[in-house]
């Protein structure tokens, strides 16, 4: 199944907060597993990757878990900032050249 | 280094007619993929062109085509506009076709009335 649900689609965390976003996948041929960030008016933008052979993933305030038993593989913000508002996007690629991107969730954080 | 050009910004077109989106990758890269993006749906694949071959096609009717030239600029035609063709279309550009990391454009908004 070349499939990759997100959710929530949308998430309201208030200043400082830690902002969870789940992805969850059915096809385990999987290879690679970027998280894009979209600011309103603009296009989306590569936030940070992770591959399956790693569980954790640490960039900044950024972190991608990976469950890779559970096929489950998530986004965490912490110390979340009004800046930090946009929608995201987890997706999956297979077969080396395709990628599948997830719904979205709009995240907004409020002072 | 420029980005991802894409032009015109917006387009308003009526049921019925024809537009034609362009998409200027970042220099040295041959794939350039285009998306659909739409409220609640994300980013539905179109197609991906890479030395100007199409190389995959998402599950979009024959009405929404495309092509590359031999400087990586592409192009996407769709033909006789639907209600439902209104969205923001994104062209992403990268190096090869690992797509370890695409560029992304900010996109034609196209509104069909």
């Known amino acids: 199944q070349q499939q990759v649900k997100q959710s929530p689609q949308s998430l309201i965390v208030q200043k400082g907060g830690i902002s969870i976003i789940n992805c969850a996948y059915e096809?385990?041929?999987?290879?690679?597993f970027p998280w894009y960030q979209q600011f309103p008016g603009k296009g989306p933008a590569l936030l940070i990757a992770?591959?399956?052979?790693?569980s954790e993933k640490k960039e900044g305030r950024f972190t991608i878990s990976f469950n890779k038993s559970a096929k489950q593989f998530s986004l965490h913000i912490m110390d979340s900032q009004p800046g930090d508002s946009a929608t995201y996007f987890c997706a999956a690629r297979y077969n080396t050249d395709k990628l599948i991107f997830g719904t979205g969730t709009r995240l907004q954080v409020f002072p | 280094k420029a980005g991802v050009t894409q032009t015109p910004r917006y387009l308003i077109k009526t049921r019925g007619q024809q537009v034609t989106l362009s998409c200027s990758p970042i220099s040295g890269h041959r794939s350039v993929s285009w998306y659909q993006q739409t409220p609640g749906q994300g980013l539905q694949f179109l197609f991906e062109?890479?030395?100007?071959?199409?190389?995959n096609k998402g599950n979009f009717p024959g009405r929404f085509s495309g092509r590359q030239f031999s400087n990586s600029r592409s192009e996407m035609n769709v033909s006789t506009l639907e209600l439902g063709d209104s969205a923001l279309y994104l062209c992403?550009?990268?190096?090869?076709?690992?797509?370890?990391?695409?560029?992304f454009g900010a996109g034609t908004r196209l509104s069909v009335l």
């Open positions: 096809n385990t041929a999987f290879d690679y």
């Open positions: 992403a550009s990268s190096r090869d076709l690992a797509k370890n990391i695409q560029y």
């Open positions: 992770i591959r399956p052979d790693v």
């Open positions: 062109y890479f030395s100007e071959t199409q190389r």
